[in-house]
């Protein structure tokens, strides 16, 4: 704009000079040979005008981006429900005492018709300190060898809990800032309200929740108390779990059920809407941001090279071929963006999952083979969609106004 402004009026109304042409970089490597004369075209076009090709592949990468950052986040729900309740908690229920009980509570659970395993676990609410550091939670007892809930290292390979010391999810060991073989300080908040000195063993890997692991009677001991159980893991047949259900909720010392399938259903049921809603206008806004750097691309090129394919024409060249001079650039740029849109994606991915880490969840970085398709999918079909705007107003174009000389 200061250029056009400071321009002489008298310099301004004079014709635009020819632009200045030489040999571009494939001609040089003696490649033309291999090439038609409209691909010689677009490259030296390109090779003209670089910075304009750059900003014209950045924004359609970028478009292409913004596309792998709405629709990973799925990949990311899915992976985190497998790992979660695929591998680690695979129980079809979860029963909670209104208190601590004895053992012979395992052998009532079961004697339910169409329970085929039962895994007692203890829980206790506790405050971890590590220094100045402080992070409420609880310590669940397992047994060793437990098949239905199960605690995953950092690989996701079940591991058994150590006889002595505490595990800790990598996220909470994060907030205390410490690592396998510190030792923290462990208030209980029930009972006598003990405080106890306990050795971290190892950390393991959980995207829901932050919590503490021991062996069961090592929580025991540490409680100081006789072999006590807070609830217990069920396998049940299915069509015993409506029954198995009804009888625990009509249980006395039962405070709580959980059904795993239910819990897996109102977890997808509650990001459903957010996910939906989080997809749909990033998916608008990157079709949006393709169709208007391409579309805005092809029509500065049709304005400025109206003359030069009208030239083309009336020297004896097709529609085909001069839009072929014209959209195939556009091709080119697009083609070349979308490798540049999966790196600038990925990158976006992994910025947002550094952004959202929380304690109720963690969003692990999972891209899948099917985003990056989409993604290019939906960046071609706005690609497409503009050139055949823009195919459509060259096909119409006015071949003696474009050739009439400027004054």
């Given at each position: 704009m200061r250029r056009a402004a400071l321009l002489p009026p008298a310099e301004a109304m004079r014709p635009e000079?020819?632009?200045?042409?030489?040999?571009?970089?494939?001609?040089?490597?003696?490649?033309?040979r291999w090439l038609s004369q409209s691909s010689r075209m677009i490259l030296r076009d390109l090779e003209r005008r670089p910075f304009?090709?750059?900003l014209s592949i950045t924004g359609i990468a970028m478009a292409c981006a913004v596309m792998m950052l709405g629709t990973f986040f799925n990949d990311a729900v899915d992976f985190m429900v497998e790992v979660e309740?695929?591998?680690?908690?695979?129980e079809d229920m979860a029963v909670t005492f209104v208190e601590p009980s004895s053992r012979r509570a395992i052998f009532e659970l079961d004697s339910l018709p169409g329970v085929t395993r039962v895994e007692p676990y203890r829980g206790v609410p506790v405050r971890l300190r590590a220094g100045h550091r402080s992070y409420r939670t609880a310590i669940q007892g397992f047994e060793p060898g437990a098949k239905l809930h199960r605690t995953l290292d950092v690989n996701l390979k079940p591991i058994d809990l150590p006889t002595q010391g505490m595990v800790l999810t990598d996220h909470l060991?994060?907030?205390?800032?410490?690592a396998p073989g510190d030792t923290i300080t462990v208030e209980v908040l029930e009972g006598n309200r003990p405080h106890r000195q306990v050795a971290v063993a190892a950390l393991v890997k959980q995207y829901i929740g932050v919590g503490a692991y021991m062996d069961l009677a090592a929580l025991n001991r540490l409680m100081r108390?006789?072999?006590a159980i807070s609830g217990a893991f069920l396998a049940a047949d299915r069509p015993q779990r409506e029954l198995i259900y009804t009888r625990l909720k009509e249980t006395p010392r039962v405070?709580?059920?959980?059904?795993?399938?239910?819990v897996i259903r109102n977890y997808y049921a509650t990001i459903g809407d957010l996910l939906l809603t989080f997809v749909t206008f990033i998916s608008a806004l990157a079709i949006a941001i393709t169709f208007g750097v391409v579309?805005?691309?092809?029509?500065?090129t049709l304005s400025e090279r109206s003359r030069e394919m009208a030239s083309l024409r009336v020297l004896g060249f097709t529609r085909g071929e001069i839009s072929y001079v014209l959209l195939g650039e556009l091709a080119l740029l697009t083609l070349s963006?979308?490798?540049?849109?999966?790196?600038l994606g990925y990158w976006l991915c992994w910025w947002f999952v550094q952004t959202v880490q929380q304690d109720l969840f963690r969003v692990p970085l999972i891209v899948e083979p099917a985003t990056y398709a989409l993604a290019a999918v939906v960046v071609l079909g706005s690609a497409l969609v503009s050139g055949l705007i823009v195919r459509r107003r060259l096909d119409h174009l006015d071949l003696i106004a474009v050739l009439k000389t400027r004054e």
């Open positions: 000079p020819p632009a200045t042409y030489r040999a571009t970089l494939v001609e040089r490597a003696g490649l033309q304009k090709a750059l309740f695929g591998m680690a908690q695979r060991g994060k907030i205390l800032q410490v108390e006789a072999p405070a709580g059920t959980e059904v795993s399938e239910y579309y805005n691309s092809a029509r500065i963006a979308i490798p540049m849109g999966f790196v």
